[in-house]
């Protein structure tokens, strides 16, 4: 069996694209990360993919006249390069029909917050805000909704009181570091079974 061929797409510094570059050096999973895109030239993500020989790509919505045609030339990008799974690590356009029409139950997300609580762009300002004494990371497949798509893993974390949102991100990173390459590799191993918005891990 050949081996997988992962994409990641990100728009700023890409910790958890790190995250996943060295779980793949250590042999984690059985996987090559081949390509990284960026909707952000200056995005410090496509750093790290070139300090790990990784082809990169910038893909800027602003060169585009159209989403519809952004869409296009990102699928065709990642189809050149025979793709199996596609992971958003901190990519902050949220995803089209088409896109994930292209690559749906292959197209994994990662969330700061235990969805289906504090979706969207500030999952932890929003968690604390809101008062909330538990959050957590959520990966989950993408559907065509904001962070709605089926979940394959959480893990849950305590708010303290008076807890600082710099603090509580910074314990967040470190769970998603270890849990976007949990996920990666069971999708990988094929241990993930996809069915209606239920994702059971075997």
Known sequence: M?????????????SNLQALIDSAKEGYFDADIVLVI????????LERAKKANIVSKVVSLSDFESREIYDKELIKVINEHDIDLVVLAGYMLICSEAFVDGFYGRLINLH???????????????ALNYGAKITGVTVHFVDKGCDTGPVIMQEAIEIKEGESKENLAEKIHKIEHKLLPKAVKYFVEGKLKLEGRKVSVF
Request: no cysteine.
């Open 112 to 126: 700061p917050s235990l969805l289906p609580s504090f979706a969207g762009a500030d999952g932890i300002g929003d």
């Open 2 to 14: 050949s081996r997988k061929r992962i994409a990641v797409l990100v728009s700023g510094s890409g």
């Open 38 to 45: 960026s909707n952000n030239s200056n995005a410090f993500g």
